[in-house]
């Protein structure tokens, strides 16, 4: 009886789980929505470096931003699982078909965004202005080969 009653609650635990896994998943969307998401924030970063080599100041305030470009690119190369290429998405299925060249692709901007840190750390604002340049170059790279023109 009382095992029972034990296994009824883990039920109900395990079903209340379900239920709120599924609504985690409804609200964000699912992977194609979460990776959009991810590259407007990689976009935002990049802006707000822009904004940070136009005002011609102090260049410190890009690392926190090279930072934040780190880790938004090692969770998006991980939001393309199988069956994610159909949908309201521009992924290519090249991403599926040469997941070792994405993965490469991305693995270029992360050492891109890298030096872009060392740039802003050091305080030269020619050398981040070009690290920001050659950070922009990875993005069209993976995007000539990934992602499907705009319509
Ligand atoms: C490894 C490949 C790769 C790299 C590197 C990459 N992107 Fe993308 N990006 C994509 C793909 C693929 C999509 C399309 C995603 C989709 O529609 O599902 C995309 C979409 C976008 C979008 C449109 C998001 C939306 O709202 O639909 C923006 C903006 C963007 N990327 C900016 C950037 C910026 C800025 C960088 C560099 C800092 C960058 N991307 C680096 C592959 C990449």
């Known amino acids: ?32 929505a979460e990776r959009k998401e991810n590259r407007k924030q990689a976009a935002a970063a990049m802006r707000a470096i822009k904004g940070i080599i136009d005002a011609k100041g102090p260049t410190v305030g890009a690392v926190e ?6 880790t938004l690119e090692a969770a998006f190369v991980k939001q393309f699982p199988a069956g994610s290429d159909k949908g309201d998405t521009k992924a ?11 993965q490469a692709a991305s693995k270029a901007s992360d050492m891109a965004y890298d030096k872009l840190a060392v740039a802003a750390g050091s305080g030269d604002q020619a050398a981040l202005a070009a690290a920001f340049a050659d950070t922009g170059k990875t993005c069209g790279a993976c995007h000539d080969k990934f992602r499907a023109k705009a319509n």
Do not use: E, S
């Open 1 to 32: 009886m009382r095992k029972t009653l034990v296994l009824a609650v883990i039920g109900a635990l395990a079903a209340g789980a379900m239920v709120g896994g599924a609504t985690i998943a409804m609200a964000q969307g699912g992977p194609i």
């Open 65 to 70: 931003q090279a930072a934040k470009l780190k």
């Open 92 to 102: 290519l299925p090249a991403i599926w078909t040469d997941m070792a060249g994405f």
